[in-house]
C-alpha cells in the first residue's frame, strides 16, 4: 500500500536520518529522570531490540488517501474528538482516512484466510463465524488515546454502512480506590500492578471467542475510582478499539498476554515534555470545571491559582505519570505495528509501520 520510493526503510530507534531518531527513548537520561524510583524499575535495562519500520511523513501518509473514501461530518468529528478545533476535520482526512483504509485491509486479509482455513480450503472442522477484529491502541497518559479511539471509531464505521465498531477503555479494569489504597497502590495509578489483569484478560478472551452481552466495569475520572455495579456491555461487535496505557504489556501472570487477542495495534508517540504540557493543561481545565464540583475526587483543588494547579499537575506528572511512561509503557512501542507520532499541536507528524 506504500509507494517504497518516498516512504525510508529504518528501526524507529535506527539513525537514518539526519536528525535524531523519533523512536529514542523519551528523556530515558538518569540526569533527567525524577528522583522517584518504581519497584518495577529494573536496575539494568536489557537492550532494546526494536523491529523494523517504513516510515512515512504527513504528506506520504495523506498521498494515500482514496478520493472515494467515505468522510464523517465535521460535527459528528467535532462531538467525537471533543475538541473544538478546525483542525481535527484536517487530521481526519489526512490521516484516519489512510489508517482506515489501511485496517480496512487487514481486516479484509483476516477474513480472507479465516475463509480458507475454516470454510473448506483446509479443513480444519466446522467453519467458524468471524469473531470481533480487535484494534489495540497504546501510549502515554494525556498523549491523546481516547480522543483518538472515538475519531478512528467514527471514521472506521462510517467507512462501511453498518459496521458496528465499539470501544473499550482500560481504566474500568483498575482495581477500585478502596483495593488500591489497600495495596498501598494509590500513588501507581497506571502502573501495571493497579490493574485487575486476569478480569481483562478473561474479557478479551471472552471477546475473541465470539461471545456478546460482556460486561465492562466503568471508571469515572470525576470520582477517580470504578463506578460500583455500573457497567458497558459489549456486544459482538464488527470491530472492539480496546484503548489504554497498558494494552501492549506483557506482565505475565497468565499464559496470554492482552496483545494475543489483537488483530492489530497502535501506539501514540510524542516527546514526553509535550505530554507534559498536555497533561498540565488538561488539568487546569478540569480544575476551573469538574473539579469545581463537590463529587469531583480533585474538589479539594478547587481553589488553587493557575500557578498552584499547574505546580501540583507538574508534580503529579512527575511522581506518577511520567515514571509509568519511562518504565512501563514507552518499552511497549516496538509491539505496536503502527506508531503515530504526533508533534506540538496533536497533529500526527510521522507514521512508522512495522514490516514484521
Ligand atoms: N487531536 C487533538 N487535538 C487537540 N487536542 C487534543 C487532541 N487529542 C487530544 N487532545 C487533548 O489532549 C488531552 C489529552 O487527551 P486524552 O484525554 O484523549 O488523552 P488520553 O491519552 O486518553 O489520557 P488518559 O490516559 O489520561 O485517559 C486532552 O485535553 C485532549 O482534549
Ligand atoms: C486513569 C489513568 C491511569 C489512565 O487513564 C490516569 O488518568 C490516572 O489517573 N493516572 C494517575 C495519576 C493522575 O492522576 O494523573
Not at 473514501?69 to 489512510?98: C, K, T, Y
Not at 460500583?228 to 497468565?254: C, H, M, S, W
Not at 492482552?258 to 510524542?270: E, G, H, K, Q, T
Amino acid at each position: 500500500m506504500h509507494n517504497s520510493a518516498i516512504a525510508r526503510r529504518c528501526g524507529v530507534r535506527q539513525d537514518c536520518r539526519d536528525k535524531p531518531p523519533r523512536g529514542a527513548p523519551l528523556n530515558s537520561s538518569p540526569a533527567l529522570r525524577p528522583s522517584f524510583t518504581s519497584p518495577l524499575h529494573t536496575a539494568v535495562t536489557p537492550p532494546r531490540v526494536e523491529p523494523p519500520y517504513v516510515i512515512f511523513d504527513r504528506s506520504q501518509w495523506a498521498a494515500l488517501r482514496s478520493p472515494d473514501d467515505q468522510v464523517p461530518s465535521r460535527a459528528s468529528i467535532e462531538m467525537l474528538g471533543g475538541v473544538n478545533d478546525p483542525a481535527l476535520q484536517i487530521e481526519v482526512e489526512e490521516i484516519f482516512l489512510p489508517l482506515t483504509r489501511f485496517i480496512n485491509a487487514h481486516i479484509r486479509a483476516a477474513h480472507e484466510l479465516s475463509r480458507i482455513v475454516y470454510s473448506g480450503g483446509i479443513d480444519l472442522g466446522s467453519p467458524i463465524a468471524a469473531t470481533p477484529y480487535v484494534i489495540g491502541v497504546a501510549g502515554s497518559v494525556a498523549v491523546g488515546k481516547s480522543t483518538f479511539a472515538r475519531l478512528l471509531r467514527a471514521v472506521l464505521s462510517t467507512a462501511v454502512p453498518g459496521r458496528r465498531v465499539e470501544l473499550v477503555t482500560t481504566d474500568g479494569f483498575l482495581y477500585p480506590t478502596r483495593e488500591l489504597q489497600e495495596r498501598a497502590l494509590m500513588g501507581r495509578k497506571g502502573f501495571p500492578d493497579s490493574y485487575d489483569l486476569p478480569a481483562m484478560l478473561e474479557f478479551l478472551s471472552a471477546v475473541k471467542s465470539g461471545k456478546s452481552g460482556l460486561k465492562v466495569p466503568v471508571y469515572s475520572h470525576e470520582a477517580y475510582d470504578v463506578v460500583p455495579d455500573e457497567f458497558e456491555t459489549v456486544n459482538r461487535p464488527d470491530i472492539l478499539i480496546f484503548e489504554g496505557l497498558n494494552v501492549l504489556q506483557t506482565k505475565n501472570i497468565a499464559a496470554a498476554v492482552a496483545s494475543d487477542f489483537f488483530d492489530f495495534s497502535i501506539y501514540l508517540d510524542a516527546e514526553s515534555t509535550l505530554i507534559e504540557r498536555w497533561y498540565i493543561e488538561r488539568f487546569l481545565k478540569l480544575q476551573r470545571t469538574v473539579f469545581q464540583r463537590e463529587t469531583s475526587y480533585f474538589h479539594h483543588y478547587k481553589d488553587l491559582s493557575e500557578s498552584e494547579a499547574t505546580q501540583v499537575a507538574r508534580g503529579i506528572w512527575q511522581q506518577i505519570n511520567l515514571p509509568n511512561l519511562l518504565d512501563n509503557i514507552e518499552p511497549t512501542r516496538g509491539r505496536a505495528r503502527i506508531v503515530l507520532r504526533k508533534g506540538e499541536k496533536h497533529q500526527i507528524e510521522e507514521i512508522s509501520v512495522r514490516q514484521t
